[in-house]
């Protein structure tokens, strides 16, 4: 095994830290940070304003090491996604949506997740572990390489969604580490507009999020009351929506966006009534918000159905003549399983969970 220190587990303060117990300036650490992120190196001897003791040292004592490649895929809508191996047997996804004025990089948090929501496919995989710093970031990296530069020589990933496998709020230590790098301009430079943490409500650490690191913030809403919240939700029989709710607003107060996107999958018969849709309105009431409408994604052995899309544009339109934002995710990359909650990667379970389905209501037939 070996030893070395991987440099991609650091943010700016951490690498200045770890180059100090090296007896070097903070600068030295600030100029390998730029190589590193900006300029996507990852061979010390090409850092070349770089001491040449340095980097040889570095060489000895350091490494930049991102999880392996297992496939690559590439959607007929252009989607890609990526099968990143993490090691004894568990692998990630990363997925790259371009669209025609940005390019959005979905990024994993976790081997699995233990949330365990009833219509999500990560959840019935289980969870082995969080990810490193350096394999949050990772993907990043190397996504900005395999996709390199567009014609002007800009980056191509514009955009950044916490949204692939796993619960980035259960992780936040290493999430902020990955975060701060994605905003600092010696490293990736995006806005914190353009940088998106979803979750499915964990408060305290939502309270965490905006007093470290205040970026776009997406809640997995997907019920309008506690009732239904607490069976597709789990997480919500700890975190119940009033709290829920007085959380997002405590976070807009430090928020880069001044709405709270929330996320709303739709499932036929389940929580897709007009009744719904009237819930919301009351919810939006209470905290200033956007609805994303994402039609249920399937995955095998799931009890759901999509909802037909003219009850999609139903629901959607009552929110609407509410005055509300509301609108319908699009559908991409589903056939390579890249959709929103297709993402399975590999997981070596450590919950034991049983393959149980959690939602007890009866889909409409
Ligand atoms: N754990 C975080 C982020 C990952 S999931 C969270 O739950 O917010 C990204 C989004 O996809 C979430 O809103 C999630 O609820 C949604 N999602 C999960 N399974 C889905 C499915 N089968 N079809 C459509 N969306 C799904
Ligand atoms: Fe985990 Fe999010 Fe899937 Fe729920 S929807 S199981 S929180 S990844």
Redo the contacts with the bound molecule.
Sequence with gaps: MTKQVNLLDFDVDGLVDWFAEQGEKPFRARQVLRWLHRFGVSDFEQMTDVAKSLRARLGEVACVRTPEVARDSVSADGTRKWLLDVGQGNAVETVFIPETNRGTL?V???AG?A?D?A?????KQGFNRNLSAAEIIGQLWLANRLLGATADGERVISNV??????????NLDNVLVALRLMLDDHAYGLSRRRVT?????IVPAMDRLRDACPVAL?????APNDALRDQL?PINQKYPLKELLAACNRYLVAAPRDFVTF????LDGVNDLDTHAHELVAIAREVPCKY?L??????PN?P?R?SPSERIRRFAGILQDAGIVATT?K?RGDDVDA?????AGQVKDKTRRTQTLHFTGTPRS
């Design positions: 979905c994993s948090s976790q997740c949330l929501c219509f999500c496919s990560t959840g969604v916490m949204m692939g496998m796993g619960e980035p709020l259960a943490v979803s979750t499915s409500g997406a809640v997995s809403l997907h939700v996320e709303y999958v739709m994303n994402i039609p249920f994604n399937p995955f799931s759901f999509r995710r559908t959709a929103c909650g297709q993402l």
